[in-house]
């Protein structure tokens, strides 16, 4: 079964210093994505990557940086966070070039900045 | 570029009676794909339909939605609300590249 697994599920992170949100898929999708859900707004995209080595920036990109080290891992770094970035991130996966594959999300992480 | 529109933040309806969640959007592209995901609380974001044919309805555990390309909507429907469907529904657009673009969602509250 499809599965998308993030860490930690839950961070609290003091202003200006860094934080990295994990995701590891074991789908073998190309296409991994992060996501911010925050209330009046939806989910919008910061992040996405086409396979490993690739970042590309999403609507949202200010503030965030992203890795994607292997096909399996894809991580958000937040290198000088701040209270605006507190949020529920989700990272997602899915299928290369196809407009009607489904995406597949992990539970998410609820960050809190203080 | 790409919008989705969810007018309603929040939907309470009473346990039995019809839901209705609006959904419309804008693209250049012709052949774009609409979805609606669910979000238990607590839970993944899931897939519950999606469409890309004009005028033709799609089905899937008692909810529908019809795509109307000519009024750019697509609405989601259910004859009878239960109390297991209260969640936020998100309303997504993608026009290719696996790219989606979601709406700002409406949170459903089913009460008995």
């Known amino acids: 079964e499809a599965a998308v697994t993030q860490s930690p599920r839950n961070k609290v992170a003091v202003t200006g210093g860094k934080v990295t949100l994990s995701c590891n898929q074991t789908?073998?999708?190309?296409?991994m994505y992060w996501y911010r859900q925050d209330t009046g707004h939806g989910l919008r995209l910061i992040h996405y990557?086409?396979?490993?080595?690739?970042?590309e920036k999403g609507d949202i990109p200010d503030g965030y940086k992203a890795s994607r080290p292997s096909q399996e891992n894809f991580s958000l770094i937040l290198e000088l966070a701040t209270p605006s970035q507190t949020s529920v991130y989700f990272c997602?996966?899915?299928?290369?070039?196809?407009?009607?594959?489904?995406?597949?999300f992990g539970k998410g992480t609820r960050l809190t900045v203080v | 570029g790409d919008s989705v529109t969810q007018t309603e933040g929040l939907v309470t309806l009473t346990e039995g009676l019809p839901v209705m969640l609006n959904c419309t959007y804008q693209?250049?592209?012709?052949?774009?794909?609409l979805f609606w995901y669910v979000h238990y609380l607590n839970e993944s974001p899931w897939l519950l339909l999606r469409?890309?044919?004009?005028?033709k309805r799609t089905e899937h555990q008692g909810f529908h939605a019809t795509l109307h390309k000519s009024s750019s909507s697509f609405h989601l429907q259910k004859s009878s609300a239960q109390l297991s469907d209260s969640a936020l529904y998100y309303c997504?657009?993608?026009?290719?590249?696996?790219?989606?673009?979601f709406g700002k969602g409406t949170v459903l509250l089913v009460s008995p």
């Open positions: 693209t250049i592209y012709s052949n774009a794909f």
């Open positions: 990557s086409y396979g490993a080595g690739s970042t």
């Open positions: 789908n073998n999708h190309n296409n």
């Open positions: 997504a657009l993608s026009e290719g590249y696996n790219k989606l673009t």
């Open positions: 997602a996966s899915g299928e290369t070039g196809l407009a009607n594959t489904e995406v597949f």
């Open positions: 469409s890309s044919t004009d005028n």
